[in-house]
């Protein structure tokens, strides 16, 4: 299971991109920003989006964490 090492709408507000600023600028769609908030997955293209903001790799950002242990 994928999960995130950081706050990422915390890290991008850090960086000055609020959420207003993210939807406005088409930067993150909504449904994207609702997934970070409920810590679920995003996809690729959002992925991308957030390590070119914060200059950082998807590792950076997720880990994978084993559901077994």
């Known amino acids: 299971m994928l999960v ?4 990422v709408l915390a890290a991008l507000k850090e960086a000055g991109y609020t959420t207003t600023r993210l939807r406005k600028e088409k ?7 609702q997934y970070i908030r409920e810590g679920k997955p995003i996809g690729a293209k959002a992925l991308d989006n ?4 914060l200059d950082m790799q998807p590792g950076n950002v997720l880990k994978y964490v ?3 242990t």
């Open 4 to 7: 995130y090492k950081i706050d």
């Open 50 to 53: 957030i390590c070119r903001l």
């Open 66 to 68: 084993n559901e077994n």
């Open 27 to 33: 930067l993150l769609n909504e449904s994207a920003i």
